[in-house]
């Protein structure tokens, strides 16, 4: 049973709480059974390709070579939440297509995994009690700047768990 | 658009899905006209996501063949006569009557 506590960013009334062994195990847990599925064995490093399909695994749209220029010339990664259908999940091309910028483009595809994952329900519940009265114009969406990727906070006492959770389910997952 | 349309590019991504290919991997199996090797990923990216359409009845039939989805559905999501029909469009009251017929099939 997962620990709620109340969420002090305000996005949501209550979010859960997890411990880094929680998050590793979770993740060890979903990438073994990709890989078993996907190749008949367990193997690391995860191929990047892989980290596609975990996303559109749990009924995610991916977008692996999006414009995301809009939200600002820095920002990698952008996965946004609706009522009415799964997320949807844009990574920007500039990492995508550049094969010099692998390893970004691999820790941008496993934060936004751990938005996907462990955010999901969260936004779902939001949507289902009828929660939509935010309107700012990203208020439905989680969107990630290098900084913020590679400098997650890896600690459980921080303010914004959202931020905590991809980027440790980042490091269980490409490791 | 109707709520139930689907289209071209959903049609192939869904097809993509349930057969548990990556796009990388879809994108290596389809190959150019040119004989110029597969399609990137990023074109088929493009076209799942409706920012492209394929390029020729070739590619369309490629995308019917690897993911067993038939090939005039194919050829009616992308918007283009399949290509065995386009040497019978001479005769324009043919192809109005081919039109209506296609239309009321639809609508029935």
């Known amino acids: ?175 | 658009m109707s709520a139930e349309s689907v289209t071209f590019g959903q049609a192939i991504s869904k097809a993509r899905k349930a057969l548990g290919l990556s796009q990388k991997e879809l994108a290596a199996r389809v190959m150019k006209e040119e004989d110029t090797g597969a399609i990137s990923p990023q074109y088929l990216n493009d076209i799942e996501h409706d920012r492209r359409s394929p390029s020729s009845g070739h590619l369309i039939r490629q995308f019917s063949g690897i993911l067993n989805i038939p090939e005039d559905y194919l050829f009616a999501l992308a918007g283009r006569l399949p290509d065995d029909l386009r040497t019978d469009t001479s005769d324009p009251d043919r192809v109005v009557a081919a039109f209506m017929s296609f239309r009321r099939t639809l609508k029935e």
């Open chain 1, 1 to 175: 049973m997962v620990k709620m506590i109340p969420d002090n960013t305000g996005r949501f009334a209550k979010r859960p709480f997890f411990t880094e062994k929680e998050l590793d195990g979770d993740c060890e847990r979903l990438i073994r059974e990709l890989l078993l599925k996907r190749h008949g064995k367990v193997e690391y490093p995860v191929l990047t390709d892989d980290l596609t399909v975990l996303i559109e695994n749990h009924d995610a749209e991916l977008d692996c070579y999006a414009d995301l220029r809009a939200y600002g010339d820095d920002v990698e990664g952008v996965t946004e939440f609706f009522p009415e259908k799964g997320p949807k999940v844009s990574i920007s091309e500039h990492i995508s297509g550049d094969d010099r910028r692998e390893n970004r483009y691999r820790t941008t595809l496993t934060h936004e995994f751990g938005h996907v994952k462990f955010h999901g329900p969260l936004w779902a519940e939001k949507f289902a009690t009828g929660d939509l009265l935010d309107r700012r114009p990203h208020a439905n969406k989680a969107v990630s700047k290098r900084d913020n990727i590679l400098n997650a906070p890896h600690h459980h006492s921080i303010n914004d768990l959202v931020e905590f959770l991809a980027g440790t389910s980042r490091d269980a997952l490409v490791r």
